[in-house]
């Protein structure tokens, strides 16, 4: 699990890099409604990393108050921990290795808070929002043949309206927007 952190960092470094090169802006704010997704192939490893208001995904941004919301946490955790059901990676043959659903930043509660996120929380606008973070890894048979995806979050989490997607695939990158009646992304 270790490993799968230290390469998803090499990795977005890369990203955020390439994007950057791109004159592109790799940090999106917090708006509701909209999202982000990465998908990059490096090799036969293929990383894909979402990144949504805790809005879109649970309905609510505040800490946990009650067992409602913690029963909402847990079932927005179940669909986010089963990938297979939010994307479609065609012919590729891509197989889940490791996942890693965040849910910190709703769970976190005043007094974990330590004094360096107090300096961030200066900022009113992350102090209120909160946000979300899934990353997978697949390991995939044929990376070659992966030409295109399909996106099924949209119908699990219909509060994204707008998923902003972002890739790197067979040193091509691009860009797509997808909504609830587009969700296919095709790389070239
Ligand atoms: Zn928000």
Redesign the pocket.
């Known amino acids: 699990m270790q490993q799968f952190f230290q390469h998803l960092q090499k990795v977005a470094l890369i990203f955020i890099i390439s994007v950057s090169a791109l004159g592109r802006e790799p940090l999106s704010p917090?708006?509701?409604g909209k999202a982000e997704l990465h998908i990059i192939m490096d090799g036969s490893q293929l990383f894909v990393e979402l990144n949504s208001?805790?809005?879109n995904l649970l309905g609510f941004?505040h800490a946990i108050h009650n067992s409602e919301d913690q029963a909402m946490v847990e079932n927005t955790r179940v669909h986010l921990e089963n990938p297979n059901a939010l994307f479609i990676f065609s012919g590729a043959k891509c197989q889940l290795k490791e996942r890693s659903v965040d849910f910190s930043k709703i769970l976190k509660t005043n007094e974990h808070k330590h004094h360096e996120t107090h300096g961030q929380d200066n900022d009113p606008h992350t102090h209120?929002?909160?946000?979300i973070e899934a990353t997978y890894l697949y390991l995939c048979e044929k990376p070659n043949s992966l030409h295109s995806a399909r996106v099924l979050l949209l119908d699990i989490f219909p509060n994204i309206t707008s998923l902003h997607v972002q890739w790197i695939i067979h040193n091509q990158q691009g860009t797509n927007t997808l909504n609830h009646k587009h969700n296919d992304i095709t790389f070239r």
């Open positions: 917090h708006i509701h208001p805790a809005m941004e209120s929002h909160k946000d």
